[in-house]
């Protein structure tokens, strides 16, 4: 988990998908955005789908991001958030974003 806090810390040396496989395994995500997202509290299930939405807004998620990253979900609304899930998890996601709103 040291080398995946470099997400947090900003740390582009460490900006490796090798260098966060600890990360990935940790929060059960496989790509970049997604172990960032669950580092800032988002639940796995949602952290996949919303770590897609920001590569295909953003492009790939660089450390150096971790602010753009934070503010972009803490402005995300909850109709955007729920857009990312099929039909028949709409419940599901509503709820997680609630949970997510209540911890941040």
Known sequence: ????????????ELDTDESLI?????FGVNNKEAAA???LGVPRFAAERLGKMWRKENGEFKNSQIASLKSWLNNLEEEKWISNFESDKKDLAR???NNWVKER
């Open 95 to 97: 709820a997680l974003y």
């Open 37 to 39: 997202l669950a580092m």
């Open 22 to 26: 600890p990360s990935y395994i940790y």
């Open 1 to 12: 988990m040291l080398r995946a806090n470099g997400i947090l810390l900003g740390k582009e």
